[in-house]
């Protein structure tokens, strides 16, 4: 079945630590996209990638790194610089920058 | 800086009836606008594409409305079920080198028995 994966479901990470969030998708789709959900706001927009070895800040990219080394993947660390990682994580993907977006299922983290 | 606003934040209607979501944006310079469905806890399912050229589209039940003059859109549910309960999200998409999705902060629809 063509879609986006992401793994884990859940994470927990202890105050200083990295974690990395896996976005894997089998659309063939150049743009990639990770949003933060949280309880009340939007989604907020971190990173976005238009095509491989290619990536952009979103509005809230302080504290996030993330790579494109692949087509198909677009991993995302959340650093220990990054002060409230407590979130609902949503990968995205779309055929070009300005075309229908599909989401995953999404990543919860915990930090604790 | 664009701005989505969805009214009302939540809504509670009996099964059967016919209802509108609606959704406003502040710079009405969009690409496109796209509707999406969230179930508690889980990713976003798309719905609609409207391209900014448009002025409507359907998918079954849905039929999505956009003006773009005004800065506003409508999501029309028709007949509706318990399984419609969900939050529904609207994106607009900007003109220029697009990229980015703003999202408003939902409409949480409850379908009642």
């Known amino acids: 079945d063509g879609g986006i994966t992401q793994s884990p479901k859940y994470l927990f990470r202890k105050e200083g630590q990295n974690v990395t969030l896996s976005c894997e998708q089998n659309l063939n789709h150049d743009a990639m996209y990770w949003y933060r959900q949280d309880p009340g706001q939007g989604l907020r927009l971190i990173y976005y990638?238009?095509?491989?070895?290619?990536?952009q800040k979103g509005d809230i990219a302080e504290g996030y790194s993330v790579s494109r080394e692949k087509k198909e993947s677009f991993p995302l660390t959340v650093t220990s610089a990054q002060k409230n990682p407590t979130a609902f994580y949503l990968c995205?993907?779309?055929?070009?920058?300005?075309?229908?977006?599909?989401f995953g299922q999404g990543t919860r983290l915990t930090v604790v | 800086k664009q701005e989505v606003t969805q009214i009302p934040a939540a809504l509670s209607v009996p099964e059967g009836e016919n209802l509108v979501l609606n959704c406003s944006f502040t710079?009405?310079?969009?690409?496109?606008l796209q509707w999406f469905r969230q179930d508690p806890g889980k990713g976003l399912t798309s719905l609609l594409l409207i391209q900014s050229s448009q002025r409507e589209q359907t998918s079954g039940r849905l039929n999505a409305s956009l003006d773009k003059s005004s800065g506003r859109s409508t999501l029309y549910i028709a007949a509706s079920q318990p399984g419609d309960s969900a939050t529904y999200l609207c994106?607009?998409?900007?003109?220029?080198?697009?990229?980015?999705?703003?999202f408003g902060t939902g409409t949480r629809l409850q379908v009642t028995l």
């Open positions: 990638s238009q095509i491989v070895n290619d990536f």
């Open positions: 995205a993907s779309s055929l070009w920058t300005d075309t229908e977006a599909f």
């Open positions: 994106a607009v998409r900007p003109g220029g080198t697009a990229s980015k999705l703003t």
């Open positions: 710079d009405s310079a969009i690409y496109n």
